[in-house]
């Protein structure tokens, strides 16, 4: 079965500086990877996915994510974090032999001023 | 655009008791999930459904049932409820079976089993 992997429970970065959020995942088949960020008492939302092509995909709010493949990697990256980016952010994989997504267990960045 | 809907918000439960966890979609999407979050552990899929009168069984399914008789509705039902239940629950939809779209999700119900 297809699964991911966030290896850090919580990301601090000061406001302005560069921010990554790490996802490693494990699928049989190609895999479909997305990023989405949780802010506190509500709904997770879509922040981009990585279907096929460039390894580098552009998403909303101005994030970032770099897919790696002989890595297994797709984390999440911004140039400059802003306050208003402290949220929990969560990375999620489908494979072609599943219905279901899968999510990892979350990173809660905090970007500080 | 409403999106997806959940009712109620918040709920406290005593053991042994039932309740429904209402979700509704205005997307006409056919995909829809049924998610429980737990602190440190991400999102579990509980049940899912590819359209209406289809379900299956996700990854924790155990102690919940579901149906879905119209596109636009996928309630959730604990009928024994245990206090390893309490947790908080949302409900996604996607437009496509295909593999590469996204889930939008619904703004959770808080249920705590007491």
């Known amino acids: 079965a297809q699964s991911v992997a966030q290896p850090e429970d919580q990301v601090n970065v000061a406001e302005g500086n560069p921010l990554t959020v790490k996802c490693t995942y494990s699928v049989s088949g190609n895999p479909y990877l997305f990023w989405y960020v949780q802010y506190p008492n509500r709904g997770l939302q879509f922040l981009l996915k990585?279907?096929?092509?460039?390894?580098l995909v552009k998403g909303s709010y101005g994030f970032e994510a770099e897919f790696n493949k002989s890595q297994t990697s797709f984390h999440l990256k911004k140039p400059s974090a802003l306050v208003s980016d402290s949220a929990l952010y969560f990375c999620?994989?489908?494979?072609?032999?599943?219905?279901?997504?899968?999510f990892g267990a979350g990173t809660r960045l905090t970007v500080k001023p | 655009n409403a999106g997806v809907t959940q009712t109620p918000k918040f709920r406290i439960l005593k053991i042994g008791q039932s309740m429904t966890l209402q979700c509704a979609q205005d997307?006409?999407?056919?995909?829809m999930y049924w998610y429980r979050q737990d602190p440190g552990m991400g999102l579990k899929l509980i049940y899912y459904?590819?359209?209406?009168?289809?379900?299956d069984k996700g990854e924790v399914p155990n102690g919940y049932n579901v149906s879905r008789s119209t596109t636009e509705d996928f309630p959730l039902r604990l009928e024994l409820a245990a206090p390893s239940q309490t947790s908080v629950y949302f409900c996604?939809?996607?437009?496509?079976?295909?593999?590469?779209?996204?889930?939008?999700f619904g703004q959770g119900t808080r249920l705590t089993v007491v």
């Open positions: 999620a994989v489908r494979d072609l032999y599943n219905n279901d997504m899968r």
């Open positions: 997307m006409n999407h056919n995909y």
């Open positions: 996604a939809s996607s437009y496509s079976t295909l593999m590469n779209t996204e889930a939008f």
């Open positions: 459904s590819v359209g209406a009168g289809i379900t």
């Open positions: 990585y279907i096929t092509g460039d390894n």
